[in-house]
């Protein structure tokens, strides 16, 4: 076997032909060129007429080991009628925008995907700007096509980022346990720009929505698909009745000022919040006590363990 063979094989890019071998102190130069003989416009992948001759680039690939393994090449210039200029040639291993091959951006894609931004720069040794354009240009090439299509069961959710001062709004696919859709944002205006993706027909076809208790989402649900249940989600619905037992606390905190009975309601926060099934005995003793003393606040607290054990039941 040649060696220019065995490297294009080593490489694994399609449509790639190897030409030449060069050693750097820690660095591979591997010279190559497209299959194709007749050069393809870089921006549209049509074929195209050379122009001339464009400057020697080079890509940075997957390294081995700790050698770092660049692709060089001098692509063409040519004249495209469909784009009305001139542009440079499309090779086989990367975007025409990237310094980097599609294997290489492919593996820092995923690694963003399972861990944090400076994690990726430091692993695959590029900027964090690289990982940024990366991530956009592999999610353009791999986005599924049809991932709104046939949505039955949706789930709308909403995250908070820099310090919960912006937001973002998800759609899940609950039968495909799949992200479909996300944008900036948690208006209704954000939730309606899905409705006018996903299109008349396929807004009907939705069944049943589960979301928050965001008024600006049910508005928007209310008006697009009247017809679909909405659900929602149990935590959500927990949150309130906790937050309307920490609300009758602090109510009979301020009655009780200055009393002992006061000075025990003030330490009762955590034991009224936890799961009944994780107090400790202290804990438990601390629950009789405000059951014996406290009636309002025993009965808001019982209220609340309820509406918990309410959800738990699996008929209606
Ligand atoms: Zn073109």
């Not at 900036?184 to 299109?199: I, P």
Request: proline content about 3%; glycine content about 8%; overall charge positive.
């Amino acid at each position: 076997m040649r060696i220019t063979t065995l490297f294009r094989r080593l490489l694994g890019v399609s449509d790639l032909v190897v030409s030449t071998v060069s050693l750097e102190p820690e660095v591979l130069v591997l010279g190559g060129r497209p299959r194709w003989r007749k050069p393809r416009c870089g921006e549209c992948g049509r074929r195209a007429p050379q122009e001339g001759p464009g400057r020697v680039r080079r890509w940075r690939h997957l390294g081995w080991g700790s050698v770092m393994v660049w692709l060089e090449y001098q692509p063409r210039k040519v004249w495209c009628w469909h784009c009305s200029g001139v542009r440079t040639e499309r090779v086989p291993w990367a975007h025409h925008r990237s310094r980097f091959t599609e294997d290489f951006e492919e593996l820092a894609a995923y690694l963003a995907q399972v861990t944090d931004k400076t994690q990726v720069t430091k692993l695959m040794g590029i900027s964090w700007a690289s990982v940024g354009s990366i991530v956009e240009r592999v999610v353009a090439r791999r986005l599924d096509e049809g991932r709104l299509d046939g949505l039955t069961r949706i789930g709308i959710d909403e995250f908070g980022y820099r310090k919960r001062h912006r937001y973002l709004t998800t759609v899940v696919d609950h039968d495909a346990r799949k992200i479909v859709w996300a944008a900036k944002g948690r208006s209704a205006a954000t939730l309606h720009a899905f409705f006018d993706e996903l299109g008349e027909e396929g807004c009907a076809r939705i069944e049943s929505v589960t979301i928050d208790m965001a008024a600006g989402f049910i508005k928007a649900i209310r008006e697009r698909i009247p017809g679909a249940r909405l659900i929602f989600d149990r935590f959500h619905v927990q949150r309130l009745a906790t937050d309307a037992l920490d609300e009758v606390r602090r109510e009979r905190l301020r009655e009780l000022r200055g009393t002992d009975e006061g000075k025990s309601i003030f330490r009762s926060r955590f034991v009224l919040l936890k799961n009944p099934w994780n107090l400790k005995r202290s804990e438990k003793q601390k629950l009789n006590e405000l059951q014996r003393t406290n009636a309002p606040l025993y009965r808001a607290y019982l209220l609340k363990e309820t509406l918990a054990a309410a959800l738990d039941y699996k008929q209606p």
